[in-house]
């Protein structure tokens, strides 16, 4: 749950590095250039995790987003679905689905 949390508050800080570090080696997020946020998670609550034979997590959270791409701003609540992969001793964000 850090390294998700750590991505939530790397984009509210708009530091990309920060949102960088939260993700596998491999992902396309590293290629990323970020000159624009147009949504945001404020929020990841109750966190399910299900430890999956190759010894990567699925985390399943309940996330609030906003957007910004809209006036007003629109909100919703979804259920996320985190692949966590270990890399270097880190749990890290392999990929994400709705």
């Given at each position: 749950m850090q390294t998700l949390n750590r991505n939530m508050k790397g984009i509210l800080q708009f530091d990309a590095d920060a949102v960088r570090s939260a993700y596998v080696q491999e992902h396309a997020v590293h290629e990323e250039e970020f000159s624009q946020v147009y949504a945001v998670a404020i929020s990841m609550d109750e966190p399910l995790f299900n430890v999956l034979q190759d010894g990567n997590i699925e985390v399943f959270v309940k996330q609030k987003n906003v957007y910004f791409?809209?006036?007003?701003?629109?909100?919703?609540?979804?259920?996320?679905?985190?692949?966590?992969?270990?890399?270097?001793?880190a749990w890290r964000i392999l990929s994400i689905t709705n």
């Open positions: 791409n809209a006036s007003p701003l629109q909100a919703d609540e979804t259920t996320k679905l985190y692949l966590m992969q270990k890399e270097d001793s």
